[in-house]
T-cell receptor
Framework: EDQVTQSPEALRLQEGESSSLNCSYT??????LFWYRQDPGKGPEFLFT???AGEEKEKERLKATLTKKESFLHITAPKPEDSATYLC?????????????FGKGTLLTVNP | GAVVSQHPSWVICKSGTSVKIECRSL??????MFWYRQFPKQSLMLMAT?????????EQGVEKDKFLINHASLTLSTLTVTSAHPEDSSFYIC??????????????FGPGTRLTVT
């Protein structure tokens, strides 16, 4: 069974204080790993897709990296508007082409 | 970017009644859509896969007679919660992959529907 574990559950940062969120996964064969941002009472917003170990992607203050067992979402000099829940999900090879298995998320709060 | 809408954004219903939630892809066609449920501080849990022109596929443990799914067109899927009970109160989110037909695609999510059953 595919599993995704995110840590920490919650993270509180001061504006400008860089940090990383972790996503550990167990999957029979990884087709892709996804990062989403979710604001309260809203649906998830797509951030990144990573396909293979060693891959990195960046968007503004966010950078996602992938190894064979985990992914990191690095946040550089965060701003209050980066406050949200960050979700990690994996898609496995075989079975349903589109099924995503999500972690519980990391609630990030950035204080001004 | 691709847009997926849901209606209503929130609904309150009485125990024993049924409620319908709509999911629309606004600027693309979706032969497949997905329905998730999210409880507070929990993961999104896939409930079912909605297939245009055929029966929905339900995840283990999800009652297909309680959660009726109809994929009426290439841009519309509906989820009907029948005989709702307070334990069905949750945040229901749909998603659609873009573009359809590829094995690894982005999934775009709707804004969600908050269901409260009293």
């Amino acid at each position: 069974e595919d599993q995704v574990t995110q840590s920490p559950e919650a993270l509180r940062l001061q504006e400008g204080e860089s940090s990383s969120l972790n996503c550990s996964y167990t999957v029979s064969g990884l087709r892709g790993l996804f990062w989403y941002r979710q604001d309260p009472g809203k649906g998830p917003e797509f951030l990144f897709t990573l396909y293979s170990a060693g891959e990195e992607k960046e968007k503004e203050r966010l950078k996602a990296t992938l190894t064979k067992k985990e992914s990191f979402l690095h946040i550089t000099a965060p701003k209050p508007e980066d406050s949200a829940t960050y979700l990690c999900a994996v898609q496995a090879r075989g079975g349903s082409n589109y099924k995503l298995t999500f972690g519980k998320g990391t609630l990030l709060t950035v204080n001004p | 970017g691709a847009v997926v809408s849901q209606h209503p954004s929130w609904v309150i219903c009485k125990s024993g009644t049924s409620v319908k939630i709509e999911c629309r892809s606004l600027d693309f066609q979706a032969t497949t859509m997905f329905w998730y449920r999210q409880f507070p501080k929990q993961s999104l849990m896939l409930m079912a896969t909605s297939n245009e022109g055929s029966k929905a596929t339900y995840e283990q443990g999800v009652e297909k007679d309680k959660f009726l799914i109809n994929h009426a067109s290439l841009t519309l899927s509906t989820l009907t919660v029948t005989s709702a009970h307070p334990e069905d109160s949750s945040f229901y989110i749909c998603s659609a992959p873009l573009p359809p037909g590829l094995s690894l695609v982005k999934q775009y999510f709707g804004p969600g529907t908050r269901l409260t059953v009293t």
